[in-house]
């Protein structure tokens, strides 16, 4: 008769916990990954690896390289709004314009911050948006921590 040992049920749960992880995208609620059940020789790994997704969901995300210093205008903000409203519901767009240095001539880096309703619907528009061609631009989309977006920490 053939047994398994336990090594190989810990490397398929080990490769199940990555498969459901990679697997989760917005349809999952969080209630119900909450209820996912762990068991076999590597549940450490698989709650770490849980412990480590939960500190990345943030309903934000920041775009850069979307547009220059001399292309922000009054409609900027708007026609972000609208386009990631596509993705969910947008609660605020924050347009920030950052000095590379102290130096009157120094770059600036616009990056555009967009905050969602629910962490599932930043993450649907970070992958609709990022690689992106806007305006002769690559658009680089990622989260951002929203701890401190809500202090008003938008140096990151």
């Given at each position: ?18 498969k459901?992880?990679?697997g ?7 209630s ?34 979307m ?19 596509k993705?969910g ?40 948006l ?27």
């Amino acid at each position: 008769s053939t047994q398994s040992t336990g090594d190989e049920d810990g490397l398929n749960a080990k490769e199940k916990a990555k498969k459901t992880i990679e697997g989760l995208k917005g349809d999952i609620s969080i209630s119900q990954e909450e209820e996912m059940s762990i068991t076999g020789s590597n549940a450490r790994f698989m709650i770490m690896q849980k412990l480590a997704m939960k500190d990345k969901e943030s309903t934000v995300m920041v775009l850069k390289n979307m547009v220059s210093f001399e292309d922000v205008d009054d409609e900027l903000e708007a026609e972000v709004k609208e386009e990631c409203g596509k993705h969910g519901k947008v609660k605020k767009v924050v347009v920030y314009q950052e000095a590379q240095s102290e130096a009157d001539d120094a770059e600036v880096i616009v990056k555009i911050f967009v905050q969602f309703e629910k962490a599932s619907e930043c993450e649907v528009a970070i992958n609709a948006l990022n690689g992106r061609w806007f305006g002769g631009k690559t658009i680089d989309a990622a989260q951002y921590e929203e701890q401190r977006f809500l202090r008003d920490d938008l140096s990151g």
